[in-house]
C-alpha cells in the first residue's frame, strides 16, 4: 500500500469518528443529515482504497455506534524455556501472539487467558501489564476502520497442552534468534516480540505505552 493510500485511509477514519460523534450528538435532523453524509464520505474514501465496496464499507463503519472509543485487542505473552508462545492464525497463515477482542462483562486478564487456552490450548496466569499500544502508531497492517488499543499481558505457563482450533492450525514455541518472518501483521510485529524478549530477560522494565 502507498503512503498516499495510506493518508488518505487515515483522513477516512478522521472522519468516520467526526460523524459518528456529530451523529451521537446532533440536534435535528439537519445535523444529522450532514454527520451521514460525512460518513457516507469516508465509506467511498475506504472503498477507494481497498477490496470492498462503497455499501460494504458503509455497513461496516455503521457497526460502531455512541460516541466513537477505541476497541481492545489483547495478546498474550508466554515464555518457557527462553522460548516465546506463537500461533499460526487461519485467516491469513500468519504467525502470532495468542489473543483477540475483549469481551464485554470480561476483565482484560481473564480475556488474554481465555484466548490462549482456546487458539493454543495452554492454560496461563497473567502476571504483568507489558504494554499498552495504538495500533496505527506501530505500523500493523492492514489499516483498520476503527482505532484499536493492543493490550500485551505476560502470562505464567501453568498447565495445558499444544492444540490447535478453528482459527489456529499451528502451535509452536520460538527462541529470539528463530522468529517467524511470516507473521499475521495485524496482530503481532517483531519490534514487539523483540519488546518482549527483552522484558523476559529483565522483568523490572516498565510498562510501554503509545
Known amino acids: ?19 459518528q460523534a456529530g451523529k451521537t450528538f446532533a440536534k435535528n435532523d439537519y445535523e444529522l443529515e450532514r454527520h451521514l453524509e460525512i460518513e457516507r464520505i469516508a465509506a467511498e474514501i475506504f472503498a ?59 476483565t482484560p486478564s481473564a480475556n ?10 495452554y492454560v496461563v496466569k497473567p502476571v504483568k501489564l507489558l504494554a499498552v499500544f495504538d495500533r496505527d502508531k506501530q505500523g500493523h497492517s492492514p489499516p483498520y476502520p476503527f482505532s484499536i488499543y493492543k493490550l500485551f499481558f505476560l502470562c505464567e505457563l501453568t498447565g495445558g497442552q499444544a492444540a490447535i482450533s478453528h ?17 499475521s501483521r495485524g496482530r503481532t510485529l517483531h519490534h514487539e516480540l523483540k519488546l518482549f524478549f527483552e522484558h523476559h530477560r529483565n522483568r523490572d522494565l516498565p510498562t510501554a505505552f503509545d
Open 1 to 19: 500500500m502507498s503512503i498516499d493510500a495510506f493518508d488518505w485511509l487515515q483522513i477516512a477514519k478522521r472522519l468516520k469518528n467526526i460523524s
Open 48 to 106: 477507494r482504497h481497498t477490496e470492498l465496496t462503497a455499501g460494504e464499507c458503509l455497513g461496516i463503519l455503521q457497526q460502531d455506534a455512541g460516541y466513537p472509543t477505541p476497541k481492545v485487542d489483547c495478546r498474550s505473552v508466554v515464555f518457557k524455556d527462553d522460548k516465546i508462545l506463537m500461533v499460526r492464525e487461519v485467516a491469513d497463515n500468519g504467525w502470532t501472539l495468542p489473543g483477540g477482542w475483549c469481551d464485554s462483562g470480561s
Open 167 to 183: 482459527e489456529t492450525s499451528e502451535v509452536r514455541w520460538f527462541a529470539e534468534d528463530e522468529l517467524p518472518q511470516d507473521l
Open 112 to 121: 488474554v487467558a481465555r484466548e490462549v487456552w482456546e487458539e493454543s490450548g
